[in-house]
């Protein structure tokens, strides 16, 4: 092998570790990282919304996913149980193409751990594209 394209074999080695790690962060909420880096840890993302809401109170989540109607319900299911009485409300707006519907979610939480928490469970509804 020359050392050209030993070089060669090493910089598509360091490009392929790289897209597996922007893979991984790509997994986490756009609005939870900063991008260039590794994701945050829990007790970061908790101090950035203390810093950010006061809590108790309203706590708006926007949730990115594709059209249907079984998303919604099952959004508004996920949403009752999470909230066990504690008022919410949804708003929604289709993309230009009606691919895909903007859920403007409003959550009373008692705390950034239990917004964290909401957040996090809706990230992980099937058919979510994206949140923050």
Known sequence: MTESSANAAEQGAANGSADRQAGDAAAQPLGDRILGTEPLDRETRIALLEDAHEFPGPFTIVVIAHAGEEFEALLRVT???????????ISERAS????YISYRVEVHVG????????????SG??????LF
């Open 79 to 89: 949403l009752v149980e999470l909230q066990s009485g504690d008022p919410f409300s």
């Open 96 to 99: 230009r193409k009606g691919t």
């Open 111 to 122: 705390d950034a751990p239990a917004a964290l928490d909401r957040k996090d469970s809706l």
């Open 125 to 130: 509804l099937p058919g979510v594209v994206t």
